[in-house]
């Protein structure tokens, strides 16, 4: 078990199945010699005995077999953790700010001497789009070796973002238990730590958190998106870059293009939308 635990958190592998059926059958048989030792202590009959020493010799014959297929000669472990993600769906960046914005986050993501950067701005401004597009450039580049996205929960459930984080990187955490924050914090930690020229991006941060308890490490490069300025400063971001809401004509063409041109070519129609937007 020790070294199933040694490969799983330093090594970043995964158990064969092989060996979670293994463990589970070992469980469930000291279950039963637990409970046959307890009904031996309990029972005084002779036929009663009797049937437990049939069921004794069962039990012992599987520990046996159990014991015999303990080697596993080709390993405890295999398949090393994931490395970049797939391409998010993103919509199309409309207007010269929102490609200002994004190239200004690009060029602060590459910045080595940059480790955190935050992006802020208020709701539907645009801030997940460029996020997304960034993060599919970036596949597509040898910027970032590894790169993980990670939308947060509305409400900040710092297990449950391990739970999260641990599924984007492909760490197996089905036999750790919801309560073992510290353990998970240092499965995540040794996981990412391996990521040389990772990427962490953190999608829709509602406040800010300590990374130290949910597993990330110094090394890795992070970046947040948030409605709230103060999560930028409480995450302690090295730069802090804030979404501009769209220009009267930026946000009439993205009216246009979501309900159609077509529909724009009545004049009095046109200044309806222009009203729409400027509001």
Known sequence: MMELERKEVE?????????????????????EVDSVE??????????????????????????????????????????????????QPAATLLGDSANKTLRRIWNNLLDVEIRKVGVHGMAGVGKTTIMKQIHNQLLHSDVFTSIIWVTVSKELDLQRLQRDIADAIGLDLSNDRYDEEERISSKICAALSRREKGLLILDDVCEPFSLERVGIPQGIKLAITTRNLMACRGMESDRIIKVEVLSDKEALALFKEKVGGSVLDSLEIESIAKCICRW
Not at 11 to 31: A, C, F, H, P, T
Not at 55 to 83: C, K, N, Y
């Open 11 to 31: 090594q970043g592998m995964k158990r064969k199945r092989e060996v979670d059926i293994w463990l589970q059958n070992v469980k469930r048989v000291k279950s």
């Open 38 to 87: 307890e009904k031996v202590r309990e029972e005084r009959g002779w036929i009663q005995r009797c049937r437990l020493g049939m069921h004794i010799a069962d039990v012992e014959t599987e520990v046996v077999q159990l014991q015999e297929r303990s080697g596993f000669s080709d390993g405890v472990a295999m398949e090393p953790l994931l490395g970049s993600g797939s391409p």
